[in-house]
């Protein structure tokens, strides 16, 4: 079962130079030895999502990137723009590896029973640098793949599927009865929309496009809203009256569609208002800014009374939150649903040298819906 | 004791009318007969508070406003925009009275013992209505007055105050350490930091032009910044650092200050970071947006990680979530430091009809620090 796992191995390194420049390669480095608890996988496919793209690229203007090095040892630089360097202070001239999760087999395995029973098997991984060719993590650390599952079908297991999960339970534990989701014909949204249907969970999709919409109601969805039609407002006010959604997630957070929400979301509150309150609707209303699609400034009109709340949500403090012990479940529900609720679809496969190319790059730094990159390390 | 309390009334009124018309003008109402439970106050002063501006004048342009009527029945109208017709929906064609608080005398009294013990007395009340000559109101939702205190003391008793106060004790409840004012030299601001100081509270206080700071230096402040200032961001920031305040209360609402508020928090977080975190500082911020001073939109660039949140923050739902028993703690404190802690004062003293002129109300609806009315609603 093992294989030759010393010498050196390839891990994706972004930089942040005092400079102000943006430095991305491929460094080598020594494949770890797994300690007692720990397996060494060898990584076989690694998602690009957007929330790796925060640190692969940080602020730099990927505009200006320029490639340098040799077709097997990319190197691309990119300026940052002066004003966002203040905020990179804790990461300058620190190489910092990258990559959410990924999925591949384990080739070596510390002493412990625990270990020593996944050597050999495919399993998930979720802790950073998994844009690598191996990692070293605690056994616990793995969620191991049902039989016949590849490194490819399980690469996405942990973000997107535990995110979408994630919403539905936050939707329950802060007392709200029906959700909304935007850039909903995502991955994530896809997940969530195949979630809220086997949970009887009434679900508003909101979409930037037609053809986006059409792909959402072929796959079963009830609520769809385009927000390029002219009747959004109206149609979502509609959507939110027939569910009764009182929280949102929003993928895009800049420009003005979170506090649509709330004013549609307050709109659909009074439709059957009896009597006028000059605070609006006194039913919390909330939306939460999940990713950032659009980076630029979020803007809002108050024009939802004063029962309102926006905010920042994150996987991470979530599953803090709801403890171990359910955040086990969550990924064990993952696991069973891996190749149905939570599949996963790529419009390209690409080597870490090929992750490089700046034509490459120019595709999945746009973070477009339908376009999902997966890195294979081992990929020559 | 008792005096003729029969026949009619003045009462301030309301009105938005379908075609698109505000109507503000004075009603004859028949004086309320006092339940077996209630009093009848006189009342004797009523402030005009921001929050009291939104039901006066509704949506409509007041700049466009036109008087008609008598100086004793003045009538004022004003046309209102159409795209704000939707939202007062529920209060089309219903005359409503205004003015959330006040204090006078109570001059007759219900059969039960809590209502005759207040016979006689100076109260001050919360209700609505208030810009009327008489009120009546059950026993228990009057406040006693000190004896000696004038209803003009006692007429800002309860929104100013208590709001100051649902600031602390907010504070407390979630957990911050410190607390972030804007607006900070009005009445309320002047309260909260007496409160503060009293209560060894650190209190970083935004105002919005120099001799405002100045204004609070004077009285204590330890922390001001203003927001005119070319370094009014560092200046923040430094506060930040020093106190450690996570939460802000806004009275402003519209532009980018509530998203400066949190930016400045985030770096004052940053200050001290051993470790590079992509999703900011994991310690949560808020700004709650408790008026709207400035009624255009809120615009913020989400350069504060994801640990944050905005919403609207309300008096009531703060007292209806600490309930009756803390409540009534909040306002034993008002009552016992009416004249220190929590006095205001008035630019301006106006009879109803005075009110109602177009130059008092230009005046007023600037909604400018240090121009404060108080209604007087039984001087001639």
Redesign the interface.
Known sequence: MSEAVEGTALQLRSLVKRSGELEVSLAEVPIPEPGPGEVLVRLEAAPVNPSDL??LFSAADMTKAVASGTPERPVVTAPIPEGAM??????LD?S?PVGNEGAGVVVAAGASPAAQALLGKTVAVLGGAMYSQYRALPAEQCLLLPAGATPAEGASCFVNPLTALGMVETMRREGHGALVHTAAASNLGQMLNRICLADGVKLVNIVRKPEQAALLRSIGANWVCDASAPNFMHELTEALVATGATLAFDAI??GKLA?QILSCME?AL?RN???????GS?THKQVY?YG?LD?????????F??????????LF?FLQKVGPARAQELKARVAAELKTTFASHYSQRLSLAEALQLENIAVYNRRATGEKVLIEPHRG
């Open positions: 925060g640190l203040k905020s990179l202070a804790p990461r620190a910092m957070g800049g506090g709109a009074n208002a009896r009597e006028y309150s000059r605070y006194t800014l950032g980076t630029g400034p979020t803007e809002f009109s108050r024009s009374g004063m029962a309102w709340g926006m905010g920042g949500w994150l403090p």
